[in-house]
């Protein structure tokens, strides 16, 4: 994988676990508590799939990568 696919994939992946983060508050406004709380450690194991599966992988071959991205999100507070 080149670097900018690699880069692509990982902002994907950021923004599908951001997606995934924001339905919490409306499902928390609009569900039992109970029924949020399925949907909260739903959302917790997508997301640590996310980041394992997906960013990680993408990152591995370029550790400036994973630099670089740490650097916005502490920048910005997101990938840019």
């Known amino acids: ?33 109970e029924e949020y709380q399925t949907y909260l450690k739903a959302v917790a194991t997508v997301s640590a799939h996310i980041s394992e599966q997906i960013v990680s992988r993408a990152t591995a071959n370029f550790p400036d990568l994973e630099a670089e991205i740490e650097a916005k999100i502490k920048k910005y507070g997101l990938i840019i």
Not at 6 to 33: D, I, W
Request: charged share 25%; net charge positive.
């Open 1 to 33: 994988m080149e670097k900018d696919l690699a880069r692509h994939v990982v902002r994907a992946g950021f923004a599908s676990m951001g997606k995934l983060t924001n339905l919490l508050e409306l499902l928390k406004e609009h569900c039992s508590p």
